[in-house]
C-alpha cells in the first residue's frame, strides 16, 4: 500500500504543478461592467430622448407663431431622427474610434466589431461599460445638439435645406468637436509613469489642453449657440419683424417643454459621469439646484427691468441655468453650482436683450443668447468653481495613480485659461464649418422658402398640414 502511496503523491504533485503554472499563465478576467452602471445609463439615454423629443420641441414650438408651430416639431423630430442614423454609419467612429487630435478613424465604421460584450471606459479604473450603451448615449447627445440650433432660423427655412445643413455641419463641427473634448484612451490605458505622456497624446486636442467640460457646454451648447448665429445672419431676419408681432403662440406649450427639458437634463449632466457613483450624485445634485438659481435670477431681474415677472422669461431662466452648469455638473461643488446658476439667469437675460441687439440678427429663438452665451460662462466659470478652496473636486492630475490636483498647487487663472482657449477654438471651429455648410446649401437648394409661403406659414406650405383646426 505505502508503495503505491508514494507514485500516487507524485502524480498529484505533478498534476498541482502544472496546475499552478496554467494558473499562473491564464489571464486575468475582464471586469464585467457593474448592472446599476448600465441600468442607469440606459434611464440616463432614455431620458435625453425625452428632453429632444417632446422637450426641446414643444420648448421652440410653442415659441413660434401658430402657423410654423408642426414645421418646429417637424424639424426638432426628423433632424433627431437623421443624426442617430449617421451617427450608426460614421459618426460614432469619427468621434470615439480612436486617437487623433482631431478626428477618430473608420475602425468602427457601421459600428463594425461592436457586439453585446464588448465593453468602453469610463472614468474609474476596472470600471467599463458596454460599448453599446456609450454608444446610446453619446447618439442623442449628437442629435439634440443639431436640433437646438433650428431655432435660430425658425419660421423662414426650407426643410430641405434644414436637413442638408445638419449632415454637413454634424460632421464637420459636432463631430471634431465631440472628439477634440471627449476623446481619450480611458483610465486603463495609464498603466505607469512611463506611458502616460504617449496615452495624453494620443487623445482629442482640447482633452489633451486639460480643458473640463462635464456635459458638453462647448461640444453641445457653444457649438450649437454659434451655428444659430451665423445661421440667422446668413438665412437673413423673418419677414415683417419689427412691424409685426412675432409673439410666441403658446407659452403653455413652451413651459411644458422646458420642464421636459429640466428633467431629460439629469440623463444628460449626471449620464455623463458614465458610472452610478458619488460624481454622478454632484452632478444630479447641481442639475437640481443651478438652473432653480436661474430660473430665480432671471424672473427678479425681468420684474426690476420691465415691471412684470413673465411665464417666458421663467422657462427661458431655467434653461440658460441648465445650459450654464453643463460643462460644470460633475465639476464644481453645490454652492459654486449655484453662483453659476444665479450669474447665467441674469446674463443670458441681456445674451437676448441688449447682445441681440447689438448684434443685430433675428435668432428668433434665441439659440445664442441662451445656449452660445449660457454655454461660454458655463464653461469659463467652470475653471473657476471646480477649484478645491472653492468647494470644488478637482481634477485628476494623475491618472497613474489616480491622485486629485492638491488644494495648494490648483491654479484658478491657470484652468480659466485652458477653458477659455477651449472656448475659443470651438467658437471659431464652429462659425467658420457653419459659414461654409450654409454658403453651400444655399448654391445647392436654396436656404429660404419664397415670400408667400413665409406669410402663409410652412406647416401648410412645406408639411400640408396644421398644428390647430379653428
Known sequence: MRRLMVPLALVLATML???????????????????????????????????TIPGLALFYGGLVRSKNMLSVLMQVMVVFALILVLWVVYGYTLAFGGGGAFYGNFSKLFLMGVTPESLGATFSKG?????????????????????????????R??????????????TFSYLPIAHMVWYWDGPDAYTGADVADAVTANAGLIWQWGALDFAGGTVVHINAGVAGLVGSYMVGKRIGLGRESMAPHSLTLTMVGAALLWVGWFGFNAGSALEANGGMTLAFANTLFAPAAATLSWTFAEWMIKGKPSMLGAASGAVAGLVAITPAAGNVGIIGGLVIGLLAGVVCLWGVSSLKRLLGADDALDVFGVHGVGGILGAILTGVFNAPALGGPGYVADWVTGAVIAPEAYSIAAQVWVQCKGVLL????????????????????????????EREGLDITSHGETAYHH
Open 426 to 453: 470651438t467658437i471659431v471651429w464652429s462659425a467658420v464649418v457653419s459659414l461654409i455648410a450654409y454658403k453651400v446649401v444655399d448654391l445647392v437648394i436654396g436656404l429660404r422658402v419664397p415670400e408667400d409661403e
Open 17 to 51: 504543478a502544472g496546475l499552478s503554472g496554467a494558473w499562473a499563465q491564464a489571464p486575468a478576467p475582464l471586469p464585467t461592467p457593474d448592472k446599476g452602471d448600465t441600468a442607469w445609463m440606459a434611464v440616463s439615454t432614455v431620458i435625453v430622448i425625452l428632453m
Open 127 to 155: 470600471t467599463p461599460i458596454y460599448e453599446f450603451t456609450f454608444i446610446a448615449f453619446q447618439a442623442t447627445f449628437a442629435a439634440i445638439t443639431c436640433g437646438l440650433v433650428v431655432g435660430s432660423f425658425a419660421e
Open 157 to 170: 427655412m426650407k426643410f430641405s435645406a434644414v436637413l442638408l445643413f445638419a449632415v454637413l455641419w454634424f
